[in-house]
């Protein structure tokens, strides 16, 4: 069992910046791939960037690349996901998940509550 607590989440203007914290316990991390994932009203929710917890890799959705910059705190079991240049479309909740193996996707075994991030025009 892995639990997952997302925070950071707020107002910002478009343009602006945000970080967002996801701590993780329960559960050695190194065999895992935690992700950010993100739901905007009425849409599904969709891939925004993972990090491999052993070795650090990332990959980012095409949307989010050059903007977003997903960490991990390994002493802490915390993973972050730096947002600048955030844009109005943007707006959505915001959800950690973490799964075994290299990927994970909209199946992922376990999820945080989600924390919300609007950004205004």
């Known amino acids: 069992q892995v639990q997952l607590v997302e925070s950071g989440g707020a107002l910002v203007q478009a343009g602006g910046s945000l970080r967002l914290s996801c701590a993780a316990s329960?559960?050695?991390?190194?065999?895992?791939?935690m992700a950010w994932f993100r739901q905007a009203p009425g849409k599904e929710r969709e891939f925004v960037a993972h990090?491999?917890?052993?070795?650090?890799?990332?990959y980012y959705a095409n949307s989010v690349k050059g903007r977003f910059t997903i960490s991990r705190d390994s002493a802490k079991n915390t993973k972050y996901l730096q947002m600048n240049s955030l844009k109005p479309e943007e707006t959505a909740v915001y959800y950690c998940?973490?799964?075994?193996?290299?990927?994970?996707?909209?199946?992922?075994?376990?999820w945080g509550r989600g924390t919300q991030v609007t950004v205004s025009s």
């Open positions: 990090i491999r917890w052993s070795g650090g890799s990332t």
């Open positions: 998940a973490a799964d075994r193996g290299l990927v994970v996707t909209i199946a992922a075994a376990w």
């Open positions: 329960g559960r050695t991390l190194s065999s895992y791939t």
